[in-house]
Every structure is written in C-alpha cells, then in structure tokens.
C-alpha cells in the first residue's frame, strides 16, 4: 500500500482503452485518501478472461464537490474507490 | 433456454418489447451453454438467489446496529461479518461496508459507472438506480436529488457521496429516527426502507395512533 488515510492524490489524466473502472469526471482531479480497503483482482485484465492478478491496492478517495463541479457546495464530498494505478502523489 | 437439441426453431420466451441489449444478452448466454462454459442451471441458480434477496436483510442489520451499540461497532468494522452473525447471506463477494449516517454526515450511495449495488443485503436495484439521470446527478448535483427524493439536508450537514467504483458495496446505516426509543428490534427493522439503505430517504417514526 503506497498511500496512508489523509494523503493527497491525484488521478491520472489518461486516455485507456477497454474497460476500466476510474471514472471520467474525476480525472486530473486532486482528492484525499480517506480508506485504505485492501487489495483486488485488477478489472482492467479481468474483464477480458485473465484472473487479474497480482491484486492491486484499492483506495477510497474523497474529492470537494467544489473541485469537480463549479456549482457544487464547497463542503460536500464525492468519495470514489480508485486503484493504486491511477493515483499519483499530490503531496 | 431450452436444453434440448436445435433441430427445430422456436420463438424466444421475451416480454415482446425487448431491448437490443436483452437480445444480446440471451444470445451471449445461449453461446457460453452451447459452448459449455456454463449450464443453463447456473443462470437459473443466480437469478433466483438474486430475487430471493430483500432489502428486509439489510434492515435486520440496521435494526440490530440501532438498538446494539457493540454489533453497530462490529457492522462498521467488518458488515460481512456483521450478516454473518445475524445468519444473513452476504453473498460470495464483494466487499460490503456499512457507514454511518449521523447528525453532522449523511452518506447516499451511487454507481455511476454501471449499477454496482449491494444486492446480497438489498435484493435488486430499483430502475431508478440504474438510470442516467441519478446516476449523472447524484455526484453533480446530490442535494438537488436528496430534495426530490423529500431529504432535507442542513446546510451545516457533510453530504458524502459514495460512488460504487470498484469491489467495493456500501450500504448506509440511516439515522435512528426520534419517537422510536420504545419500539423493539423488529418493529424498528420495519421502519428501515431500501432507499433510507441508498441514503435517499430517512426513516420516520409511525404516526401516533387517535
């Protein structure tokens, strides 16, 4: 597990073919780790027959609805579980 | 499907107006039965397990949180375990994990990827769940939402939205509602909805009866 509950992140801004399970509107957004759950089967190579392994580290990441949404409450929070994979250090 | 050999057609048993993606979802599952990867048994299995589920489940561990502060502890830590204890199936995976709404953060729970749901506790989603409109909304616009759906949050309330990305099902332990200090586990159970379990609506003490 690289990051630890209250670290800063950030989730990559990449394109990815096929399936994957990091939402369109959060990347290139910055968020905080709030849980660390465990580790799971990768669905990016899952999803097309192979058994995902090695697991990877699933993160819960709560993000400012402010941040995501111009229009959005400045303390109301998105929380969105991410893989290690698409998260970068915003320290 | 029928399991006996194609020499002959036969009309498909459909509701008459199906959508392309349920033509192609039979087609899929007639092509892995013909190839053997899975037996007709199998879909049958899971549907009727998936229907046999009911939000009555997930509103006995409510219940149970609400009047037991230590099986509470227990729900937040581990809900696996929690339905375990209560004899409930929690289903083969994936992770459910129960949070806590309370006077200063109410959670609702979204997915907006596809229609990830803890179905194990709650039975099936409701069409709404599925549907673009709340799942487009609920992150962009959750107040908006929780005051179609009769919530009234404080401003000084942290909505936290929980969207179902991943392994993870999230299931909201709603508020214990005031007028209910006397009522025992089952009838409070009978209080906790699906959607107060969604965290699109709050559970409400009966009117007082005359």
Avoid at chain 1, 41 to 54: H, Q, V
Avoid at chain 2, 10 to 18: F, L, S, V
Avoid at chain 2, 52 to 81: C, H, I, M, Y
Avoid at chain 2, 135 to 155: C, K, M, N, Y
Wanted: glycine residues 8%; hydrophobic residues 40%.
């Amino acid at each position: 597990m690289t990051f630890a509950p209250g670290d800063m992140v950030r989730v990559a801004d990449r394109p990815h073919t096929g399936h994957h399970r990091t939402p369109g509107y959060l990347k290139g957004k910055t968020g905080r780790i709030a849980r660390v759950h465990a580790a799971f089967a990768n669905p990016e190579t899952r999803a097309y027959g192979a058994d995902g392994l090695p697991r990877l580290p699933l993160y819960l990441v709560e993000f400012t609805g402010g941040d995501l949404w111009p229009s959005a409450p400045g303390r109301d929070r998105v929380c969105a579980d991410l893989f290690e994979h698409w998260l970068e250090d915003a320290e | 499907m029928s399991e006996h050999e194609h020499d002959h057609p036969h009309e498909p048993i459909t509701n008459g107006d199906e959508p392309p993606a349920a033509a192609r979802a039979r087609a899929v599952e007639q092509l892995l039965i013909e190839k053997g990867v899975i037996r007709c048994e199998d879909v049958r299995e899971r549907i009727d397990w998936l229907v046999s589920r009911s939000p009555g489940d997930g509103a006995r561990l409510v219940a149970r949180a609400w009047v037991d502060p230590d099986f509470k502890q227990r729900l937040l830590a581990d809900a696996r375990s929690a339905a375990l204890e209560l004899g409930l199936d929690p289903g083969p995976s994936p992770v459910v994990v129960a949070v806590e709404n309370t006077d200063d953060v109410h959670h609702m729970v979204v997915c907006t990827l596809c229609s990830c749901y803890p179905r194990a506790l709650l039975g099936p989603p409701p069409a709404w769940y599925k549907s673009l409109p709340y799942r487009s909304r609920a992150v962009s616009d959750p107040r908006a939402v929780l005051d179609e759906f009769g919530v009234e949050l404080g401003d000084d309330v942290e909505l936290r939205v929980l969207d179902s990305t991943a392994d993870i099902r999230y299931l909201v332990m709603p508020r214990r509602p005031a007028g209910t200090e006397g009522m025992n586990e089952d009838e409070l159970a009978a209080l906790i909805t699906r959607d107060a379990m969604i965290g699109v609506a709050q559970p409400a003490a009966p009117a007082p009866i005359g």
